[in-house]
């Protein structure tokens, strides 16, 4: 059975709901697993958690979310992803594949900036970057609210959200993470058949 891990970090819930969207694609075709990085497992600035790394070993595609925080992942997501550096040394990731999703509250908000360092993250790994490749349904006339992919982005998945509680990622946004989801679960399993 293919492996997929689902790694992300959300600080008010928004970049979680994503990556619940993602696990519900992801889970139709590969066993997925989602990871919430949490700030317990960060002490004095370093992730320390074995067992959650341990069980990235074991997966054949891994897909990280964060928020974009002043342009760029979490705070919390940079500590995980330092925290990997031991498996780059023996690129024990190598040829993994990888993909990424975001959450900003500003139309732009610098998400690309996001997106662009987990793809070299992910390069450094060795890892293979699957892209977003769901269009954009606002030229089918969908309503900025159901359509998918509408902020056009296709290195990964972004949503943008409104400021407030009550505001959580469009319907369109949550399906374009369930089409990414599905297109790694996939795409992953015909790369090590
Ligand atoms: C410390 C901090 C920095 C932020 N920086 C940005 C930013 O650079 N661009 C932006 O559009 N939104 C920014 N935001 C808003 C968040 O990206 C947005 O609310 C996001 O959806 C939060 O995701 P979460 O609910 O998963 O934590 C920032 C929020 C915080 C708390």
Known sequence: MTIVKI??????????ALAEAVHKGSNQFADTELM????NMITEGRFE????????????????????????????????????????MSQAWNSKLAAGFTTSLGLSGDK?????????????????????????????????????NRLSSNTGVMSQVNFGEEFKPTPGDLL???????????????FNK
């Open 49 to 88: 958690n074995k067992e959650f790394l341990n069980k990235l070993d074991k997966a054949d595609a891994i897909i990280f979310g964060s928020p974009t925080y002043m342009g760029m992942v979490s705070g919390q997501m940079k500590c995980f992803l330092d925290a990997t550096s031991e498996r780059w």
């Open 7 to 16: 790694v992300f970090h959300s600080g008010s819930g928004n970049t979680k």
């Open 36 to 39: 919430e990085i949490k700030s």
């Open 112 to 148: 690309q900036s996001t997106l662009s360092y987990l793809v070299t993250f992910a390069c450094q790994h060795g890892m293979i970057w699957i892209s977003c490749d769901t269009p954009n349904s606002l030229f089918q006339g969908k309503s900025l609210e159901e359509a998918t």
């Open 176 to 190: 374009t993470g369930e089409a990414l989801g599905i297109r790694v679960a996939k795409l992953t399993k015909n």
